[in-house]
């Protein structure tokens, strides 16, 4: 079973943000106080920036899920990759209720 952990400021010990040397696109590094750094591409970032923007100033979206899916290249912009992180058509209350869920099976980080 995947281990299930809740991150909390107290659990973050330094975050990183930046474009390496040579590349275009933004990284986003977090060093937790256990030792595990969870590195983040820009486009993972910007997809839970828009979920969560959404989440935040709708005023009936309540929660909603993102899933990965594979679009050819007339599907989707110029520039963008393969994979992208699209929002599904799941409720309001599917989604809280799965959220629930894996808060309840989790833990704190240590």
């Known amino acids: 079973m995947n281990k299930i952990c809740t991150i909390r400021n107290e659990d973050v010990n330094k ?10 696109h933004l990284r986003i590094s977090i060093k937790l106080k256990n ?3 969870l590195i ?3 486009a993972t970032v ?3 920036l828009r979920v969560y ?6 005023a009936s979206i309540r929660a909603q ?3 990965k899916r594979k679009l050819m290249a007339d599907l989707r912009k110029d ?4 994979h992208q992180l699209l929002e599904t058509p799941k409720k309001n209350e599917e989604v809280e209720r799965e959220l629930k869920e894996l808060l309840e099976m989790g833990e704190l980080s240590n």
């Not at 975050?15 to 390496?20: A, D, E, R, S, T």
């Not at 923007?53 to 709708?58: G, P, S």
């Not at 520039?79 to 393969?82: E, K, N, S």
């Open 40 to 42: 983040f591409q820009e």
């Open 65 to 67: 899920e993102l899933e």
């Open 79 to 82: 520039g963008y990759a393969v």
């Open 15 to 24: 975050i990183l943000v930046g474009v390496q040397k040579g590349h275009k």
């Open 53 to 58: 923007t959404t989440v935040k100033r709708h």
């Open 35 to 37: 030792e595990l750094v």
């Open 46 to 48: 910007a997809n839970i």
